[in-house]
């Protein structure tokens, strides 16, 4: 049994992490957490400690770390405002444990470059949850582009469209400095799928970027790919708002949808369990989506110009 603190204890995916200690057999012995509406430990784990000031955590976890040996923290799970996963994996490294991080792992790719030098400093490694890596569809896809010629290449769309009510703008999932921009908070792990599956980037063009919306194109080895991404619930398709949903997601490759929308439950389950197991994803997995959304937000957009995507011109 690993011993586990948790950093974002109140946030959205929290839980999902919770729930993936508890399934692997695992136990949470600290969590931190400015805001105090946790209630959800008591459903995994009502004895954990936990801290509303990052001192008092930083304190518990020290203490922990100089004790006996099964008393010191093994992994801490990052849950955490986009913009706070550095220094908190940072935290965690220097503090003896490995890090386990939500995506996106940092906002620039130059993040990664000094995590790299602190897991040399310390011996400990950083994780990150890229969970489509793990969903059947995604990995039975990459098989099939893998089996045909290496130069051969698909045609795909993405579209995902997330509704979000008038708080996330005034969250800090609406500051770009703190998430990063739409491209990197709802769009990151997409695009490491993309990378996954396909192959290096080639060629990143950006069509439109505003606060509720972005779009582009990439193109990788084996893949021309258009995207889009949205939190505007006037985006989402009127067949589809007619059934009650607020949120669609999309991928077709050369005309052919992928259904990857269930399965989704228990990715952080799986996650852990590879990360368990010694076969997480680490640092160097990461670069190309984190330098692709850093790309994006930096862009200057080029309109309806070239090969964008059709949700841009309805």
């Given at each position: 049994?690993?011993?586990?603190?948790?950093?974002?204890?109140?946030?959205?995916?929290?839980?999902?992490?919770?729930?993936?200690?508890?399934?692997?057999?695992?136990?949470?012995?600290?969590?931190?957490?400015?805001?105090?509406?946790?209630?959800?430990?008591?459903?995994?784990?009502?004895?954990?400690?936990?801290f509303t000031e990052f001192e008092r955590f930083d304190r518990h976890v020290d203490k922990l770390h100089r004790q006996a040996e099964n008393k010191k923290i093994d992994f801490m799970s990052i849950c955490s405002p986009n913009y706070l996963h550095d220094s908190h994996m940072r935290f965690a490294l220097r503090s003896g444990a490995d890090a386990i991080c939500e995506k996106p792992l940092v906002l620039n790719p130059w993040n990664i470059d000094g995590l790299l030098e602190i897991e040399k400093d310390t011996g400990h490694k950083v994780n990150t949850i890229l969970q489509?890596?793990?969903?059947?569809?995604?990995?039975?896809?990459?098989?099939?582009?893998?089996?045909?010629?290496?130069?051969?290449?698909?045609?795909?769309?993405?579209?995902?469209?997330?509704?979000?009510?008038?708080?996330?703008?005034?969250?800090?999932?609406?500051?770009?400095?703190?998430?990063?921009?739409?491209?990197?908070?709802?769009?990151?792990?997409?695009?490491?799928?993309?990378?996954?599956?396909?192959?290096?980037?080639?060629?990143?063009?950006?069509?439109?970027?505003?606060?509720?919306?972005?779009?582009?194109?990439?193109?990788?080895?084996?893949?021309?790919?258009?995207?889009?991404?949205?939190?505007?619930?006037?985006?989402?398709?009127?067949?589809?708002?007619?059934?009650?949903?607020?949120?669609?997601?999309?991928?077709?490759?050369?005309?052919?949808?992928?259904?990857?929308?269930?399965?989704?439950?228990?990715?952080?389950?799986?996650?852990?369990?590879?990360?368990?197991?010694?076969?997480?994803?680490?640092?160097?997995?990461?670069?190309?989506?984190?330098?692709?959304?850093?790309?994006?937000?930096?862009?200057?957009?080029?309109?309806?110009?070239?090969?964008?995507?059709?949700?841009?011109?309805?």
């Amino acid at each position: 049994m690993k011993k586990f603190a948790l950093i974002g204890a109140a946030g959205y995916i929290a839980p999902r992490h919770m729930q993936a200690i508890k399934a692997t057999g695992n136990e949470l012995v600290a969590a931190y957490d400015p805001n105090d509406s946790v209630g959800i430990i008591d459903s995994h784990f009502p004895e954990a400690h936990f801290f509303t000031e990052f001192e008092r955590f930083d304190r518990h976890v020290d203490k922990l770390h100089r004790q006996a040996e099964n008393k010191k923290i093994d992994f801490m799970s990052i849950c955490s405002p986009n913009y706070l996963h550095d220094s908190h994996m940072r935290f965690a490294l220097r503090s003896g444990a490995d890090a386990i991080c939500e995506k996106p792992l940092v906002l620039n790719p130059w993040n990664i470059d000094g995590l790299l030098e602190i897991e040399k400093d310390t011996g400990h490694k950083v994780n990150t949850i890229l969970q489509l890596r793990v969903h059947p569809a995604i990995v039975a896809l990459r098989e099939k582009v893998k089996s045909q010629p290496r130069d051969k290449k698909y045609e795909v769309d993405l579209t995902y469209i997330t509704s979000r009510g008038k708080w996330y703008l005034q969250s800090w999932k609406g500051d770009i400095n703190k998430s990063g921009g739409i491209a990197t908070n709802i769009g990151v792990h997409f695009f490491d799928m993309l990378h996954f599956i396909f192959g290096d980037l080639q060629q990143n063009i950006v069509h439109h970027v505003s606060e509720t919306k972005s779009s582009g194109f990439l193109e990788y080895e084996n893949a021309r790919v258009r995207w889009f991404l949205s939190i505007d619930l006037e985006d989402v398709p009127a067949d589809i708002l007619a059934t009650g949903q607020r949120t669609f997601r999309s991928i077709t490759v050369d005309g052919e949808d992928i259904e990857f929308s269930g399965g989704f439950t228990d990715l952080h389950n799986r996650s852990y369990e590879q990360i368990l197991a010694g076969n997480g994803f680490g640092l160097e997995e990461n670069r190309t989506a984190i330098s692709t959304v850093a790309h994006i937000r930096d862009a200057q957009p080029i309109g309806l110009q070239g090969d964008y995507h059709p949700f841009l011109s309805r």
